[in-house]
């Protein structure tokens, strides 16, 4: 899956709520530009996941 169908499907998927699914998806990638870290921490942010958002960017997976 291409970086941008990949980022596209975590926006989805924190609109839905799927937050953590959103989150394995995100930890799949291989690479992670700042338009897939903003959609991660901004999924975070509108579900109410404030610390979580906080704690994937002190904590990143490799």
């Known amino acids: 899956m291409s970086q941008k169908h990949a980022t596209t499907l975590i ?3 924190c609109s839905r709520g799927a937050v953590c699914h959103a989150r394995a998806l995100f930890d799949e990638m291989p690479e992670r530009d700042v338009v897939a870290w903003t ?3 901004s999924g975070y942010a ?8 906080l704690d ?3 904590c990143p997976a490799s």
């Open 11 to 13: 926006s989805s998927l």
């Open 39 to 41: 959609a991660m921490l």
């Open 46 to 53: 509108s579900n109410g996941l404030r610390r979580e958002a």
């Open 56 to 58: 994937v960017t002190r």
